[in-house]
């Protein structure tokens, strides 16, 4: 997207009007008096600040403005800024067949000087102006429904970083083909689990009883209803006791506790 200040004298604002909306339509911004200039505002002081801070300047060139002591001294300073800058800043637009100021006169312009003209003269100038990102328009609910995905996918990351923070040590080496069986069904039904079942899931009573995270949660929970202390269904775990110890405090650096 460029900017672009477009000089010319008060007699052409027609074809200076629809020259703006056209490059407005494209997504560039166009500085034009008549909207820019206020009601008490310096006219000289905000036309230099146009000109000033503008990307390119497009000089209409007609038998009205070459005559303007206003369009001139707008030549004046863009060629200054254009000679300091080293840059091309100053685009020639013909509007009327005139004789070009010897400074133009190694430029190639922009040839309005007919209807027939017009749409590929407008063509030319936009290509000088540069590219213009494109705008997707985005509804409300589709926005929302992507910053919920990356509040989502912020917490997993959260989760994992917790998870590798806790510095537990898995025990997948132990896996057994049952146990390999059941955490791939609990990982189907629950994957919110998954990441605790792949490093922690284990064999409970003899090495035949396979234990992922739902089952160890559904067991401390029915220990609870019963009204005993959730370390019960724990210890009926025997010697694995500090496996199951391990994967709930896993959990709990996952989910953050």
Known sequence: MASV??????NDKPFVRRLASDLQEHG???WIDE???NIGDSLIGKIREGLDKVDYVAVVLSNNSISSQWVQRELDISSNREIAEKRVILLPLLLERVDLPGFLLGKRYGDFTSE???TRSLQDLLKS???VEKHIDVSAQEKDALLTELQKMKEH???LTRLQNH??????DNWTQGLQAAVARSNERFPQYQVINDSYAFNAIDNESPVTLDYLLWAIGKTMRKGAHPLESLMEMGGTY?????MLEAYIAYIGK
Request: hydrophobic share 40%; net charge neutral.
């Open 129 to 131: 102006l540069g590219p």
């Open 157 to 159: 990351v959260d989760a």
């Open 116 to 118: 027939d003209l017009y």
């Open 28 to 30: 560039h911004v166009v």
């Open 35 to 37: 909207a820019e200039i």
């Open 167 to 172: 510095q537990s040590t898995p025990f997948k």
């Open 5 to 10: 200040f477009l000089s010319h004298n008060s």
């Open 242 to 246: 500090s496996k199951a110890q391990k």
